[in-house]
Structure formats: C-alpha cells, structure tokens
C-alpha cells in the first residue's frame, strides 16, 4: 500500500519492497530501521520478517510484496511518488526481475512521477543497461561525505530522465562535487535522538554550486531531535525548487 508521506519533497509512498542493512556511515541511525521495529510491534504484516540474521534487525529483513504491484494503477490524479522509502529496489537480495516489474508499473502509469533512491550505485549502474528506463523515473543516490562521491559517478551512467542527489543525512563537506548530468539536489541534517549536527557551510557550498551549474536545489530540514525541530530556513529563505515534473510534460 502508499501512504501520504511528510517528506517535503514527495507526496506520497509506494513500498514493492521493505527491509535494508547498513552500507554506510549514512546508514548509521536509520529512520526505516527504527520505523520498521515499531511497526512489527503494532502488527504490521509488511514487517513481520526477521530476516537473515546478518541484517539489521527484526522486521528489517528484505521482502517482495508483489501484491503492491497494482496500487499505482488505482490512483487517478498525478502523484510524485517515492519509491521504497522503506527499503533500498537495488540491494543485492531485490531479484532484477523484481526491479523490471516495477519499472514496467511506472511505465504504465505516465500521469505519476516516480522518485527512487539508493545507496547501492554500484549495482545500480551495472543493471542500468538491463532496464527500460521510463520517462516518469527520476533515479537519486545517496551521498552523505565526500568518501561516498563515487556514487555521484555511477549515476551518471544511468540513463534516467532526471538524476539526482540527496545528501542527507550530510555528515561533512562535499568538496569537488561535480554536479554533470545531475539535474536536482536535496540537502539535510540528521534528525532524531542521536543527530549529527550539520555545518550550514557544508549547505551552503552545495547551494551555490548548484546555483551556478543551473541545477534546482531543496533544502529539507536542518535536523535535531526532531525533523522538524531546526526548521528549513537556509539563509532567510525556504530553498524547494525542483525538476520539471514528468506528469505535468506536455
């Protein structure tokens, strides 16, 4: 099933698949892992899979819910649609023949604009050939240092109608950021009880270069304890520009 979604940059959620394990520094306080518990505790069926123990914990194993496959199909108005907000579509254990699946619902469905995000660029870039990539598909990576940056090269390979970053949660600076064929950036500090602070120079130098390569830049939340607890004011302005919507192409 989706649900309306209070990520800034998004409207609703879409999960073909749940469940992940940490790759990286980003990974460290993960809102979906400590999502996920609290859901299994409520009962939720989506969740009830502890796994391979080697992941993150239980509830968090990676899952197929097929039966998910034809919720898109059932929404009539435009929707920007993040995809596996609970999970990662190219970890290892998501068959390439899952990930078709859903990438032929998003090309069936043109009047919806999807987003997917993934930390796994490695995978992604060499599957990249093996996939019809529909025009509605916005594809992003997760850059959260500058020891991730490798990521932002695996996704300019990806033939994706609009490639994008998030760098969130942005642990440090992005220095020698190349923003070539990228066409959006998202900018954010951790939240939650053990938040890392976040520069706002490191904000702002992401900021400018995206200002002077012409590319729409969002700054979703300054973190704490709460998402919502820094605010989102960058220098006395809210910062959401975004790209083109696909569904609003004529």
Not at 71 to 90: A, E, G, K, T
Request: charge should be neutral; proline fraction near 7%; aromatic fraction near 8%.
């Amino acid at each position: 099933m989706s649900s309306q979604s209070t990520i800034e940059w998004t409207e609703v959620t879409w999960n073909p698949t749940t469940g992940c394990d940490k790759v990286s520094a980003g990974c460290d306080n993960c809102y979906a892992l400590a999502l996920s518990k609290r859901l299994k505790a409520m009962g939720a069926e989506k969740y009830q899979n502890d796994g391979d123990p080697r992941t993150s914990g239980p509830g968090f194993g990676v899952t197929l819910h097929p039966d998910t496959l034809t919720q898109p199909y059932r929404w009539h108005l435009p929707r920007v649609v993040f995809v596996n907000s609970m999970s990662d579509l190219f970890h290892a254990k998501v068959p390439l023949d899952f990930v078709r699946q859903i990438f032929e619902v998003i090309a069936a469905t043109p009047q919806h604009t999807y987003q997917v995000l993934t930390k796994r660029s490695t995978r992604l870039r060499k599957l990249a050939g093996q996939l019809d990539w529909p025009s509605n598909l916005w594809m992003g990576v997760s850059v959260e240092s500058a020891d991730q940056l490798c990521r932002v090269d695996n996704l300019r390979q990806v033939p994706a109608a609009v490639r994008f970053l998030s760098c969130e949660p942005l642990l440090g600076p992005l220095p020698g950021l190349s923003l070539d064929g990228i066409g959006w950036v998202i900018t954010g500090g951790e939240s939650g009880p053990h938040a890392r602070p976040v520069d706002p120079a490191w904000v702002r130098d992401i900021r400018d270069a995206c200002q002077q390569s012409d590319v729409a830049f969002f700054h979703k939340q300054w973190g704490g304890r709460t998402p919502k607890s820094g605010g989102r004011v960058l220098d006395g302005e809210i910062w959401d520009e975004m790209p083109k919507l696909a569904a609003h192409n004529s």
